[in-house]
């Protein structure tokens, strides 16, 4: 069952958009879901989510009785609602983002926000935007400072306050845990760091047991302590054991700690690890693929399970005869496909289950642990009909050197997956980034427009184990290049793909990776096309870039030296480029900067290259506004319909256009 809620809240909150006819509906993609994640309140009087705007993220509360409005938090323009936890009934802690185009990873202010049930009593707490009350006055209960905090812990068992991880703004510093009145915001430190730039993990009595870290060096080490007042100890030295560890949580009993744990080949295994004695044990670990998300008992901070995103997304229990392991089988076959729950009051009595699918962007329902009983609370994009919806499935391959590769095809709808004009579309990052296979608008825009859309996860990418990821380390324009160029001609062979009918498409580092496919495989591709794109590598070392220390040790260990990649910076190669080309880029993008397309575009002029390109000196690492973002994807469709064939936009219907600058 799929419904509209708040339709009045969201027109006015979000806005609407109009489909035009004759052609890819593009606002249908372009539309924002209407919600994100969803929480449920302590008692489940409410249910929280947060709501993606053209260029800010709102926090929206509803009552569980009837649906209708609570309250409503909305950030300033350019700031994200990006996390959110309930601290008790009537109040939640929301932690700010910034994101200055729409393919940028929002990065957290380290801003935290107290904002009540009602949407009122908005308060910033803790942040570099801190305001004291005056000169004049003597009780100062924020504290004016630089820093940035993040959540630790929300306290289960106490209504006003929660536990908060803050960084002082320095290169690489020593946090702190710090205790946070989310009323007043009186802070009140709990406890230090023996490592730089470190997380916290707590028990289920809030005391901080694990800091994990790393300094300038990007060495990460995990630390253990019996109690607060206790000695802090090395459990892990990535340096030593060459992997990294982190914790995740502790047994109903307290006794055993659970970490998630890198192998030397292969995913990432879940371990119990007796601090008493130092035993450690294997009890989770999937054949193909790293958790994707971990599954805590409704109720509580006790992991029970772990989420896999892998060919598709199934769960797994450390009991699976137990009663968690239980009651996710029984969700699973009533709604047919996988389930997430995302929250529950304080007793585990209601839930929120979160389903989706490659064609369904995802529903919310509220689910009566006793009862029995499911209704439906939320859609993402309720104007999605997962029905008409393009079809996601899963692929493998083992590249040219023996390396399994994964992947996902999306196939238009209706089509039996033959001899298709095909978009290669490698995802950006790259490192530690990965394709999942859940709904993606880009993926079924394209499909719409008759295209199989070919995503692999090439070497370097997360979700297969330490090995893999590593071995896409220096691989720019090399092996990881050869993992899309081997999954595109898998596609020839399977007789998927028409070899004739083939182009390359992808934005910031994908950008990068369809310009060098043409270069390195002449003939594979009829066109190239890059959005946001870095193509002189060299450049992302340069003084412009502002990197820390870290940043930069990063990017020499994944990059490579500065001054070997100009061999492979696409700028440098633009007279091996054959075919035609579509770039487009943001002015102000700083993830990518305008510079990396302009510099570009002049060379494959210069080397008599066919080059078309799209500028906005306004947007960042994506474009925010809805007439830029409606725009391009017109003009990236017809670019691909001239060598391919394919569908072309559906022309702007009169309210579309009367919001075009």
């Not at 009566?368 to 009983?373: I, P, Y």
């Not at 309720?382 to 095809?409: C, M, N, Q, Y």
């Not at 490192?431 to 499909?447: K, N, T």
């Not at 859309?453 to 380390?473: D, K």
């Amino acid at each position: 069952m799929r419904r509209t809620v708040l339709a009045a809240l969201l027109c006015a909150v979000v806005g609407g958009t109009s489909a035009g006819t004759g052609g890819v509906d593009l606002e249908k993609y372009l539309k924002p879901e209407s919600f994100s994640n969803v929480k449920l309140s302590p008692g489940g009087e409410y249910v929280a989510g947060t709501v993606p705007l053209d260029d800010s993220t709102a926090l929206v509360i509803l009552r569980t009785s009837d649906r209708k409005p609570a309250g409503v938090f909305r950030p300033q323009d350019k700031n994200h609602a990006n996390t959110f936890e309930w601290v008790s009934n009537e109040r939640l802690l929301v932690g700010l983002a910034e994101k200055l185009g729409v393919l940028d990873t929002p990065q957290p202010t380290g801003e935290l926000y107290g904002v009540n049930v009602d949407g009122k009593g908005g308060e910033l707490l803790v942040g570099y935007r801190v305001q004291g009350r005056g000169l004049g006055t003597r009780i100062q209960p924020k504290k004016v400072e630089d820093v940035a905090a993040f959540l630790t812990d929300e306290l289960a068992g106490d209504d006003r306050n929660v536990l908060i991880a803050v960084w002082p703004f320095a290169e690489d510093p020593y946090t702190r845990v710090e205790r946070l009145d989310v009323v007043s915001g009186r802070r009140v430190r709990v406890s230090g760091s023996p490592v730089q730039r470190a997380d916290f993990t707590t028990d289920h009595q809030g005391e901080v047991r694990f800091a994990h870290g790393a300094a300038s060096d990007n060495v990460n080490k995990l630390y253990y302590r019996a109690g607060t007042n206790a000695q802090w100890s090395l459990v892990n030295d990535e340096s030593l054991s060459h992997r990294i560890e982190t914790a995740i949580g502790f047994s109903e009993d307290g006794a055993l700690a659970y970490l998630q744990v890198e192998q030397p080949s292969g995913p990432d295994a879940i371990v119990s690890w007796n601090p008493q004695t130092g035993e450690r044990r294997e009890v989770l670990r999937d054949g193909v693929v790293d958790p994707y998300a971990i599954i805590f008992r409704p109720g509580t901070r006790v992991p029970v399970g772990a989420l896999f995103a892998g060919d598709a997304p199934r769960t797994r229990f450390f009991d699976e005869k137990g009663a968690d392991a239980r009651q996710y089988r029984s969700l699973e076959a009533a709604f047919g496909g996988p389930v997430f729950i995302t929250s529950s009051t304080r007793d585990g009595g209601k839930v929120v289950v979160q389903t989706w699918s490659g064609s369904n962007p995802g529903d919310f329902y509220l689910f009566d642990t006793r009862a029995k009983a499911a209704e439906h609370l939320l859609s993402r994009s309720e104007w999605i009909d997962p029905k008409l919806a393009a079809t996601v499935r899963p692929f493998s391959l083992k590249a040219r050197d023996g390396l399994p590769l994964h992947g996902f095809l999306t196939l238009p709808p209706g089509s039996e997956g033959r001899n298709l004009p095909l978009v290669v579309l490698p995802h950006g990052g790259p490192i530690g980034v990965f394709d999942e296979g859940s709904y993606s608008s880009e993926p079924q825009m394209l499909a719409a427009a008759g295209y199989a859309v070919l995503q692999v996860n090439f070497r370097g990418s997360a979700n297969y184990g330490r090995a893999f990821t590593q071995a896409g380390a220096k691989q720019w324009g090399a092996a990881m290049q050869d993992d899309v160029t081997d999954a595109t001609r898998w596609a020839i062979a399977e007789g998927i793909a028409d070899r004739n009918r083939i182009c390359i498409y992808g934005a910031s580092y994908g950008a990068y990776a369809a310009m060098m496919g043409p270069i390195r495989e002449p003939g594979l591709y009829q066109c190239a096309a890059g959005y946001v794109g870095v193509y002189d590598l060299p450049l992302m070392f340069s003084g412009e870039a502002q990197l820390s220390d870290s940043a930069m040790a990063w990017q020499r260990e994944w990059v490579g030296d500065p001054k070997t990649l100009g061999a492979r910076s696409p700028v440098n190669l633009a007279a091996q480029l054959k075919v035609p080309v579509f770039l487009a880029a943001g002015g102000e993008d700083t993830r990518a900067p305008v510079k990396h397309t302009e510099r570009m575009e002049a060379a494959l002029k210069a080397a008599g290259s066919p080059v078309e390109s799209l500028y906005y000196r306004t947007e960042g690492h994506g474009f925010h506004r809805p007439e830029h973002q409606r725009e391009y994807y017109s003009r990236l469709l017809a670019f691909l319909s001239r060598s391919l064939g394919g569908g072309t936009a559906a022309a702007a219907t009169s309210s579309d256009k009367g919001r075009a600058p």
